[in-house]
């Protein structure tokens, strides 16, 4: 599935016409949501046939919501 995401994300940045270096951090920031959901999220697996959702859009600069189904996290404080 990352190959899958990073190949997404490569095709939003040319159907868009983002210049090369912003579509690799495009491309990374977005594999390494990916990733951390994976890892962080689901422990290294999820039986869901579509665990996360990313939206990339773009106007005057490119944006991205990314969702998972991955059980929350819990918050530490920094005391």
Known sequence: MLHDTAAFARAFCDRNGIVHDDAMRLTMIIEELFTNSV???????????????????????VAVLYE???PALPIRSRD
Do not use: L, M, Q, T
Request: proline fraction near 12%; avoid cysteine; charged fraction near 30%.
């Open 39 to 61: 890892e962080h999220g689901y422990r290294g697996e999820s039986g869901r046939p579509d665990p996360h959702r990313v939206i990339p859009w773009k106007s005057a600069a």
């Open 68 to 70: 998972d189904s991955a």
